[in-house]
């Protein structure tokens, strides 16, 4: 009940957080910018000289979902470092831990508050998903429990870093680093040298973050029924397991950290 | 039975991130609060009070000693169930609506969802912010917001109630209901521990006093004790010699020069011999009587004690 009653509050006071609000509503124009080929071509599919929409939506919205993707990682991160520094810096949690309760039911009330925030946001991108694929002509990925769970897991875990990092740091600094680790991520994987990373540290790198690509929706959007079949269940599971793992290592950790620290504003 | 709140012998250091320096807020501060008692927590500004306050309540630290409140360390659930809580300048979640807020804490609190139905509508007419409850608390004054803060440490029921400052922004009339419910509170037995700057309200209702300055413990102990202590012999005359105004001020008298005449404050053991002096002298002394001393007087004279060179 306690948990259930920060985790809604913490929700709530997203919704109405106006940086927040600002940011969806830039983003929402920039995807609807991106999506205005899209409909172009779907509405003069069937000209001569000019390709079929089918051939080329894929790859558009393939671009537009990662875009969307990429961004809810950027979100996930954020929210956890500002949920709880939010709350020290407005001192808001001082009559809150008053309260009978524990300071790792505060932060896991603020982790899942930042979950529910991610939930919508996926329940978003599967409502953008299926908008796209109709006005492209394309096919939606016909098991989308996968659009639902490999982006929450993988927020998840980026969510949990990112509370990890703001239970001993400012929440802009854990912010740059939680975008460093993105970057980085998203250049040690193998068979992409990186000039500027040798070999045995991009190798380490990959072993150690946690990879994007492993837990990326994306991989299935694209996919056709045939390719679907190639991945197994067990090969799901071993992903999601791999990501939540981490996820639950980083608030474990976070819930340590957050244990001894002052929760005063110095 | 067990004190409700007690300190021994804690220390607090504040470390400066960039450098070595830092500051003590809390030097071996070692006291204890009786359970029942309305205990007056005073000290001047940045003298460590809200520290106190803090680690009373689990938010730091010590960095040696120990703390305990309700018999359990400070943060422990078990004590925070029966504890009400008012920190200093008050922060509440402004998109909430009183009720909102007060349903919240009582969802933190773990209070029956019936009874909590029952008592919020109970505290918002207590701290008469009655009309309000639709009005987002981001648009409340100080003084309402201070009151939903009093409300809130209500809400369960506490045995001990901790306030920091609760009176601040508040107008004469909301300083008298926070007083009236304090008084309310004292007569159920429970246990106030109060920081506050206003001594003379605090006079009124106040068994135990705790004054600290410069993170030190300078002054513990019953308020009447206390102003007893501190009691004074006014002594009126006509006029005053030079030689009976530097007797007088050798032993610390202090002397008042009114259009009513002069005003000898004395302590009463020079009593006797102050008035013999003044007669001997040609003074003509036209009144004697005893003055108690006020909390004001007590923590001025306390705290410019405790500054004075050792």
């Not at chain 1, 508050?113 to 109709?134: D, E, F, R, T």
């Not at chain 2, 501190?230 to 050798?250: C, K, N, Y």
């Amino acid at each position: 009940m306690r948990i259930r009653a920060i985790a809604l509050l913490t929700f709530s006071g997203f919704l109405r957080n106006k940086l927040m609000i600002l940011f969806l509503a830039l983003f929402a124009i920039v995807v609807l910018l991106m999506m205005t080929p899209l409909m172009v071509m779907r509405s003069q599919s069937g000209a001569p000289g000019l390709p079929h929409t089918e051939s080329m939506a894929p790859g558009m919205i393939g671009g537009i979902m990662s875009l969307l993707s990429g961004f809810g990682s950027l979100l996930a991160a954020w929210a956890a470092a500002d949920a709880v520094w939010s709350d020290i810096r407005s001192g808001t949690i001082l009559a809150v831990l008053a309260r009978p309760i524990e300071r790792r039911e505060f932060l896991l009330g603020k982790f899942l508050g930042v979950q529910l925030l991610m939930g919508c946001y996926v329940a978003m991108m599967l409502a953008l998903s299926y908008l796209l694929a109709a006005i492209g002509g394309g096919h939606i990925h016909p098991a989308p429990w996968l659009l639902i769970v490999y982006p929450l897991v993988r927020y998840a875990l980026y969510s949990g870093l990112a509370m990890l990092l703001a239970t001993v740091l400012h929440p802009v600094i854990s912010f740059a680093i939680m975008l460093v680790i993105m970057v980085l991520e998203s250049i040690v994987v193998p068979g992409h040298p990186v000039w500027f990373l040798p070999d045995w540290l991009r190798s380490a790198l990959f072993a150690v973050l946690p990879s994007p690509n492993l837990l990326s929706e994306t991989r299935f959007l694209t996919l056709t029924e045939a390719s679907l079949k190639q991945t197994s269940a067990l090969d799901h599971l071993t992903a999601l397991a791999y990501g939540l793992d981490w996820a639950v290592v980083f608030f474990l950790l976070a819930a340590l950290l957050f244990h001894r620290r002052s929760v005063l504003r110095d | 039975m067990p004190p409700a709140i007690e300190f021994r012998h804690v220390t607090k250091y504040y470390h400066s991130r960039f450098s070595n320096d830092g500051v003590t807020a809390l030097a071996d501060v070692s006291f204890e609060v009786a359970a029942g008692e309305v205990c007056a927590f005073l000290g001047p500004n940045g003298a460590g009070k809200t520290t106190c306050i803090n680690a009373l309540m689990g938010f730091l630290f010590a960095d040696s000693g120990d703390v305990s409140v309700l018999g359990y360390p400070p943060g422990d659930v078990r004590a925070k169930s029966r504890i009400g809580f008012v920190p200093e300048n008050f922060a509440f979640h402004p998109f909430l609506t009183a009720p909102k807020l007060l349903r919240f804490h009582a969802a933190l609190a773990g209070m029956d969802t019936a009874i909590a139905g029952r008592r919020i509508p109970e505290l918002i007419a207590k701290v008469q912010l009655c009309g309000y409850e639709e009005l987002r608390i981001g648009k409340y004054s100080r003084g309402m917001v201070q009151r939903l803060g009093i409300a809130q440490a209500l809400l369960n029921d506490p045995q001990l109630l901790v306030l920091d400052e609760p009176t601040s922004g508040l107008d004469p009339a909301g300083r008298r209901d926070v007083r009236e419910i304090l008084l309310a509170l004292q007569s159920l037995g429970k246990t106030v521990f109060l920081s506050s700057h206003n001594l003379r309200e605090l006079e009124q209702f106040a068994g135990q006093v705790i004054i600290i300055d410069r993170g030190k413990l300078v002054r513990e102990g019953p308020l009447a004790e206390l102003l007893g202590r501190g009691g004074r012999v006014a002594i009126h005359v006509d006029q005053l010699p030079e030689e009976m105004e530097g007797f007088l001020s050798e032993h610390g008298a202090a002397i008042e020069r009114g259009p009513q005449g002069i005003r000898i404050l004395a302590d009463p053991a020079l009593k006797r011999e102050a008035v013999e002096r003044l007669w001997a002298a040609g003074c003509d002394v036209t009144a004697m009587y005893p003055v108690k001393s006020s909390l004001e007087d007590l923590f001025l004279k306390v705290v410019s004690d405790a500054e004075k060179p050792q």
